[in-house]
């Protein structure tokens, strides 16, 4: 077997060398296994953000932000959002393999046999204001179930793990459809478990007790689509927080609950929001110009939202697949759909700027919330449930990875150092005294 790789480190101080191993993975970069650092020099990294730090090994998700590549369990998204399903997905993400016929049935039933949600849990989300935001409602809906299932919080046994875990991916769509049935004060709907996974999630947001309800095809597979792009992400904020949650030995409803509290800071899970909001703000196709060099002005803070990404740095992958969902749905729409001056600024907004050389040289794409922010609204989903819809389909990321995390036998609890730069060691100074 090959020699390791290895890279020296040399204390210029005290002339100390200590070679550190390369780990290599399956793609991406390799990374320097640092954890004997502190020990052998007495130094920790500083590195806020955690921008170049591998805080796991994975084998859920990868990501190439250069070549615009997402894998889930080694499959490319692309072929995912072709072939598969949400449910499918799910099942993927979770045992890293795609399910045979007998399994997909189980799981199917499995899942399906988990949608209903406790009757005291409705009593409980009576008790919010009738305004409430229904991330907020989420957050402590979601952190409220572990209080439901004492039955299944033994971190340490298999089977609780994956009961929490199909209790999760079962309950978010109604957990979700009933915060916004509270919030427009109309009664709750039941699950109907014939039905998919995402027009149950339709029925139990849209119809109401006294009419019939058949959702559009066309809105069923945008919808499915987006779940499935945004299903899981590797290391991101809300990932690496129930990552955190979970290393002290949490129970998973309250690991999922932090991770839904971190998706939803607008530079995290709230895009999608603001690019409605910016059209909203753009209001007539004829002020789109305006905004586009508004978002050019280096002394102008105004950004294109939904342009541009962190680690996507030729194009967005998920973009590419979800911008023809997208096109699909507006062209299905009726052309008096109300929001339909909305989306009409928006292909607009997207053709300048695609054209445009300050987009083309900083290589500023649209991104997946450009189009799925567009695609929610043409789907009559109001912009405070944007966030909810997106924690619905990270779920799923959410629980593979806090499993994934259980069985790691290099997982500890989770703790940073940090650089104080805080007062030097001083003396009490009793009030009387203090200058
Ligand atoms: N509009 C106008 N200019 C932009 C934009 C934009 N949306 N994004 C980046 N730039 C410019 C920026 O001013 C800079 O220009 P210059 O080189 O002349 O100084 C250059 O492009 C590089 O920008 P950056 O800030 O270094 O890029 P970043 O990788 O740090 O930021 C980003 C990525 C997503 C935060 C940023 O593009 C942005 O703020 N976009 C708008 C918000 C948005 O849509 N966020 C959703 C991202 S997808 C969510 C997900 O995957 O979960």
């Known amino acids: 077997m090959a020699e390791?790789?290895?890279v020296t480190i040399t204390d210029n101080a005290t002339g100390k060398s200590v070679d550190y191993t390369i780990l290599e993975g399956t793609h991406g970069a390799p990374v320097i296994d640092m954890q004997r650092l502190a020990a052998d020099f007495g130094y920790f990294c500083h590195d806020p953000g955690y921008t170049t730090t591998s805080s796991c090994r994975s084998a859920i998700t990868f990501i190439?932000?250069?070549?615009?590549?997402?894998?889930y369990r080694?499959?490319?998204?692309?072929?995912?959002?072709?072939?598969?399903?949400?449910?499918?997905?799910?099942?993927l993400l979770l045992y890293g393999k795609l399910p045979d016929q007998t399994e997909w049935e189980s799981f199917n039933r499995a899942v399906r046999q988990h949608t209903m949600v406790h009757e005291g849990l409705r009593r409980f989300m009576n008790g919010y204001r009738h305004d409430a935001?229904?991330?907020?409602?989420?957050?402590?809906i979601v952190g409220a179930l572990s209080t439901y299932y004492h039955d299944s919080l033994d971190i340490q046994d298999p089977e609780h793990r994956e009961l929490s875990a199909l209790r999760i991916i079962a309950k978010m769509p109604s957990i979700a459809a009933d915060c916004y049935k509270y919030s427009i004060g109309q009664p709750y709907m039941y699950p109907i478990n014939s039905l998919g996974y995402v027009e149950?999630?339709?029925?139990?947001?849209?119809?109401?007790?006294a009419e019939p309800y058949v959702p559009?095809?066309?809105?069923?597979?945008a919808l499915e689509l987006m779940l499935i792009l945004h299903a899981d992400h590797e290391q991101n904020a809300s990932t690496s927080t129930v990552r955190l949650a979970g290393s002290s030995?949490?129970?998973?409803?309250?690991?999922?609950?932090?991770?839904?509290?971190?998706?939803?800071?607008?530079?995290h899970g709230g895009a999608n929001e603001a690019v409605i909001r910016m059209l909203n703000e753009i209001g007539d196709a004829r002020h789109i110009r305006k905004f586009v060099d508004r978002a050019k002005d280096k002394d102008d803070p105004f950004r294109l939202m939904g342009f541009g990404h962190r680690v996507y740095k030729n194009f967005d992958p998920r973009a590419k697949i979800i911008r023809q969902a997208c096109h699909d749905l507006l062209n299905d729409l009726d052309s008096s759909h109300s929001n339909q001056p909305l989306f009409e600024i928006a292909l607009e907004l997207e053709q300048i700027a695609l054209k445009d050389d300050y987009f083309i040289q900083r290589k500023l794409y649209p991104n997946v919330?450009?189009?799925?922010?567009?695609?929610?609204?043409?789907?009559?989903?109001?912009?405070s449930m944007f966030t909810v819809l997106f924690a619905m389909a990270r779920s799923v990321g959410w629980i593979a990875q806090w499993m994934e995390m259980l069985v790691d036998k290099e997982q500890r609890i989770g703790r940073p150092q940090q650089l104080y730069v805080g007062a030097a060691r001083r003396d009490y100074v009793a009030m009387d005294d203090r200058g």
């Open 74 to 91: 080694g499959y490319p998204i692309e072929q995912l959002a072709q072939e598969s399903n949400y449910l499918e997905v799910c099942y």
């Open 249 to 267: 030995g949490a129970n998973p409803f309250a690991c999922i609950a932090a991770g839904i509290a971190t998706l939803w800071g607008p530079a």
């Open 216 to 221: 559009n095809p066309v809105a069923v597979r």
């Open 369 to 383: 919330d450009f189009y799925s922010g567009i695609i929610l609204s043409a789907l009559g989903i109001p912009l």
């Open 4 to 6: 390791p790789k290895t």
């Open 200 to 209: 149950n999630f339709l029925q139990m947001m849209f119809a109401v007790r």
């Open 64 to 71: 190439d932000g250069n070549k615009g590549e997402l894998l």
């Open 133 to 140: 935001h229904p991330m907020g409602m989420l957050v402590g």
